[in-house]
Structure formats: C-alpha cells, structure tokens
C-alpha cells in the first residue's frame, strides 16, 4: 500500500517555475514507478512524465520535453517535478501516481497506476 500527498502547486506567470513534490507513505516507495499526470477543466487525464523505481527514463510527454524533469529521491519517499517556462496549457490539477509493476509501453496510461495522490493546482496565467 502506498500513500501520495502531493505540495508545491500555485499561480505562476507565463515563463515561470514552480516544483512539485509528491511524498509517498510506506515502505515499498523504491520499488514502485512513479509518475506525474495532469488533468484541465474538462479534459482527459493525461500523462506527464514518469521515471522508474531505479532511476530508470525518465520518460516525458513530448509539450513538455526539455521544460519539465522529474526526478526522485527514495531515502525521503519523494517524487518531484521542476517545471521551468511554464506555459497557460500546462495548467490544470497535477497528480502523482505509482505503479508497482508496469512496463515501458503501459507508463503513458493512467489506467496502469494503482494508487494516487489528492492533486495540486497549477496555474499559468498569460
């Protein structure tokens, strides 16, 4: 069993960085997957970024290739993701997601994440 919590959303101006953290409960944290989704006011769900239990990736959405990386740190259970030169359409609420088993082509459907976290609200005004 694995808790999220994510911190770290806000409103940010065009151009702007914020970075999330995603803490996770349990002692099964480096062995799970973890990715970042996000979801806008009347969208799907949609993948972000993921990175795998060793490191392993990580793995971006092609919007936010060289603006986002994810990152994690499992002596304190944390997931994160800087996210620099933010743009309006990358708001929406931002969820963290493991996963204790998932291969490479699974990582990009939220269907394939077993637990999750509350979400934080990102806001890029223009």
């Known amino acids: 069993q694995v808790q999220l919590a994510e911190s770290g959303g806000g409103l940010v101006q065009a151009g702007g960085s914020l970075r999330l953290s995603c803490a996770a409960s349990?002692?099964?944290?480096?062995?799970?997957?973890m990715g970042w989704f996000r979801q806008a006011p009347g969208k799907e769900r949609e993948f972000v970024a993921a990175i795998f239990r060793s490191n392993g990736g990580p793995y971006y959405t092609n919007s936010v290739k060289g603006r986002f990386t994810i990152s994690r740190d499992n002596t304190k259970n944390t997931v994160y993701l800087q996210m620099n030169d933010l743009k309006p359409e990358d708001s929406g609420v931002y969820y963290c997601?493991?996963?204790?088993?998932?291969?490479?082509?699974?990582?990009?459907?939220?269907?394939?994440?077993?637990?999750w976290g509350q979400g934080t609200q990102v806001t890029v005004s223009s």
């Open positions: 349990g002692r099964t944290f480096s062995r799970v997957t």
């Open positions: 997601a493991a996963a204790p088993s998932i291969i490479l082509s699974s990582l990009y459907d939220a269907r394939n994440y077993d637990y």
